[in-house]
């Protein structure tokens, strides 16, 4: 067990350093002078001298792999730079923003799991009647919504036109309910389907047929029972999609003016902010990457097939 | 496809409905220069904001161009990159799909530690970065798209190709000594088409979505182009006084995606026959 865990966290490592080469080519081949977008960020008029200027203070006239070691060498100690913009290390904002994003981003898997689990069950024990075709109808049209307009229709309804909640902001409870309901729905259609053909294959599974024959209530045969067995999947796949959250989360703060990674981040696109655009990707990109261990060492831990195997 | 294959497809009401929707959005995209009641990039200040009228079916919007022809003229814009969206990656992935399953060896396995590296990324981030460094324009969403989800359809590819390797007709072909690209050509390719095909329809629907999620931040698809992310990106400073601007162009995304989904459903359930048999018990 010790040596599985062992050797699926030595895995990433090499994962994470491709995904940072990566970016950082990215970054630094396309076509666009990170010294030209620094000076016009900082409101220097751009001459050749002060872009030769720059690229000396940046390090820009290196060879490229020096300077991705200097980058790397930094980031592992946690300097990504300073922002072009701000001029304050990058670090430190992307860790004043990270809490928002992480608020968003939790209690919206926890939101939609809880409005799944309902819809999903019920609607596998009434099968093929009114509530599944209802809740198969909705999913449909869940799943086809794009998160913004159904940001947008929630403001206009329950903020502008009720006033029930802030319009937007980030602040207590009441704050949070509209983001993070917005996000949730975008993937209560994944899970409320799932959930339903897993209730259904154990359903007909000989174990709740003897149950039924011992005459055991069918309210604890499925709360007991079946609910155990169905709802691994959807634990596993909502692990999953924790990065799938973290990258819906950029319009959803961005509906919401939600004080988030994700608006910091697509103020940075606009704005060519290399060193914030660099951070974020390498730093979101970990995040999904440790997640995904997490999972996978969670499987290990309950399902003995799997540390045989290696892979899931 | 056969006949038994078209025929269940147009068993399912909504699969038939969506057919029709999307036929007329075809249409609609095609023909947009005649179908228009007006010039779609018009600016007309004296009529900014106006509600529906008879000049202007739906209304105006902030600039008074009618809402209706930007519209229609977004279906081509919406349907038009989509497909080239989808085309090249396609093109793309089949080819490298194909390569890498087919040879095998340490071209596959290289190819698999390029896929774990590249599917590490979130396709959305990765397809945001790219057009934050590149700048926002119709080439430039066309090349984000493509780079950031390709992988996921080549490492599918690969997958079909091996388990189409393996089947007796092909290595029959292999042992006759029919030349691998022969072989690649004649057998593994036609057979892969189908189910690729299917998955594209399948997923042009999120593509749809994702075009649309990039202009609404602002770096997709730049106005005037009447794109329909774009025009709810435009509009969302009038909510409080016009929510119909925003509504409009909401509600085409969700037809056109929602059409895209039921007949990409509907094509699964059609070719698939063990889908059946699970939906049977």
Redesign the interface.
């Known amino acids: 067990m010790a040596w599985f865990i062992v050797k699926r966290v030595l895995s990433i490592i090499p994962i994470i350093l491709g995904v940072s080469i990566i970016t950082f080519l990215m970054v630094h081949l396309l076509p666009v002078d990170p010294a030209e977008a620094y000076l016009r960020l900082s409101k220097i008029p751009i001459s050749d001298e002060a872009v030769q200027l720059v690229r000396t203070e940046l390090g820009l006239d290196q060879p490229l792999y020096t300077q991705y070691l200097n980058w790397l060498s930094g980031a592992i100690r946690l300097d990504f730079g300073s922002s072009y913009i701000t001029k304050n290390p990058v670090w430190e904002e992307m860790m004043n923003y990270l809490p928002a994003t992480l608020e968003l981003t939790f209690s919206s898997i926890i939101l939609a799991f809880l409005i799944s689990l309902p819809i999903g069950i019920f609607s596998a024990l009434y099968k093929d009647r009114l509530f599944d075709h209802f809740s198969r109808t909705l999913s449909f049209v869940g799943a086809a919504t794009p998160s913004f307009c159904l940001g947008f229709l929630f403001i206009y309804i329950f903020s502008l036109k009720l006033g029930y909640f802030p319009v937007s902001g980030r602040g207590g409870l009441v704050h949070l309910i509209l983001p993070s309901l917005t996000l949730a729905l975008a993937s209560v259609a994944v899970y409320t389907r799932m959930l339903r053909g897993s209730t259904i294959d154990e359903l007909h599974q000989p174990y709740v047929l003897y149950a039924r024959a011992r005459g055991i209530r069918e309210k604890i045969i499925i709360g007991k029972h079946v609910l155990k067995n169905a709802i691994t999947p959807l634990i596993t796949t909502m692990g999953m999609h924790i990065g799938h959250k973290l990258s819906g989360s950029i319009i959803v703060e961005n509906v919401f003016a939600w004080p988030g990674m994700g608006r910091y981040f697509v103020n940075a696109l606009s704005a060519r902010d290399y060193p914030v655009i660099l951070c974020y990707v390498v730093l979101v990109t970990t995040i999904i990457i440790i997640c995904n261990l997490l999972i996978d060492i969670f499987h290990a831990v309950i399902d003995p097939r799997v540390r045989k195997k290696g892979v899931y | 496809m056969n006949s038994v294959v078209l025929k269940k497809l147009m068993n399912n009401k909504l699969t038939l409905i969506s057919c029709i929707m999307l036929v007329l959005m075809l249409v609609l995209a095609l023909f947009a220069p005649w179908l228009t009641p007006h010039d779609p990039n018009f600016v007309s200040l004296e009529h900014k904001l106006e509600g529906p009228s008879s000049t202007y079916l739906l209304g105006t919007d902030h600039l008074g161009r009618d809402i209706l022809s930007r519209l229609i003229y977004g279906t081509q814009i919406s349907l038009g990159i989509s497909f080239i969206v989808m085309v090249l990656i396609i093109l793309i992935s089949v080819v490298i799909g194909t390569f890498s399953g087919y040879i095998g060896g340490v071209i596959d396995r290289i190819f698999m530690r390029f896929c ?3 599917m ?7 397809s ?8 926002p324009g119709m080439v430039n969403v066309i090349f984000a798209m493509v780079m950031s989800y390709w992988i996921w359809y080549a490492r599918w590819i690969r997958g079909m190709v091996i388990t189409a390797k393996q089947q007796n007709f092909i290595q029959a072909a292999r042992i006759a000594g029919t030349p691998s690209y022969k072989i690649i050509l004649f057998h593994i390719i036609p057979t892969i088409l189908p189910p690729t095909i299917v998955l594209a329809t399948l997923n042009l ?1 999120s593509i749809i ?1 994702s075009i ?2 990039l202009s ?4 997709g698809i730049q106005p005037p182009t009447p794109e329909w ?1 774009a025009m ?1 990106n435009d509009s ?1 400073q009038f ?2 006084s016009n ?1 119909m601007l ?2 409009y162009p ?1 509600v085409c ?3 056109v ?2 059409a895209f ?2 007949i990409g459903d509907a094509l699964r359930d059609a070719l698939d026959p063990r889908q059946e048999r699970i939906e049977v ?1």
Do not use: R, T
């Open positions: 774990d590296l590249l590490a990324f979130p396709s959305l981030i990765l945001l970065a790219l057009l934050g460094i590149l700048g629907g979505l649309s999620g609404f931040l602002g770096l992310g709810l969302k909510l409080k929510p925003m509504l909401g995304i969700m037809l995606v929602m989904n039921f018990k």
